[in-house]
């Protein structure tokens, strides 16, 4: 048994790790988007449980973003837990600054990062998308209309949106999205979205 740790510090022990299986598709079986020229990708726990398609991606890094699913491997891999289930009242934007660091750490060293959670829609959605607007500097209407570009079932939770729209504000000091009708439609096309439309003009 080894032991990894979490954004807040905690450890949690880790299973065995599992038998490889055989590389099969990322784009269809694996459900790996890749993202900034193959540095950064999100997807589902079926992306990150064997290493061999690990290596296909030249993964280094992975932000875990769940609770049950295991670091299946630590001795291979840099892990980053963010430890938390898709319900709104989570307060996600506690891991923002830890997660956003890790990220960053690893593009900028030319290492590629996997963020994950279970279905690649949600938990990992909204890191990434933190990412997007705190270090890239992206609004966050063009950080969700570039991420579900590549992602169609990216849609963070209302609660997580309403962290992101807060960070925004933070960086840009305005926000670009209007949380009434995203939470209307989380899948509304993009310039529906827009707080301005002008903005996705």
Avoid: W
């Avoid at 979490?6 to 993202?35: M, W, Y």
């Avoid at 997807?43 to 296909?56: I, P, Q």
């Avoid at 837990?81 to 891991?95: C, G, S, W």
Wanted: glycine share 4%; net charge negative.
């Amino acid at each position: 048994m080894q032991r990894s740790h979490d954004a807040s510090g905690e450890s949690d022990v880790v299973p065995k790790k599992p038998r490889l299986s055989a590389i099969r598709s990322l784009s269809i079986q694996h459900n790996a988007t890749r993202l900034l020229d193959g540095l950064l990708y999100i997807g589902g726990n079926d992306c990150v449980n064997d290493l061999d398609v690990l290596g296909t991606m030249d993964i280094s890094h992975v932000v875990n973003c769940t609770r049950e699913t295991p670091n299946y491997f630590p001795d291979r891999v840099e892990y980053l837990r963010v430890p938390i289930t898709d319900e709104p009242e989570m307060e996600i934007d506690m891991y923002f600054d830890d997660a956003c660091a890790f990220i960053h750490k690893a593009v900028e060293n030319h290492m590629a990062c996997m963020v994950h959670c279970s279905h690649g829609m949600s938990r990992s959605a909204t890191i990434v998308l933190a990412y997007l607007v705190k270090i890239r500097k992206m609004r966050l209407l063009d950080a969700l209309q570039y991420l579900r570009s590549l992602r169609r079932v990216v849609s963070p939770n209302i609660g997580f949106m309403q962290r992101l729209l807060e960070l925004e504000m933070a960086v840009h000091d305005a926000n670009s999205l209007d949380l009434q009708a995203y939470t209307k439609d989380r899948f509304a096309p993009i310039p529906d979205l827009a707080l301005n439309p002008a903005h996705s003009a």
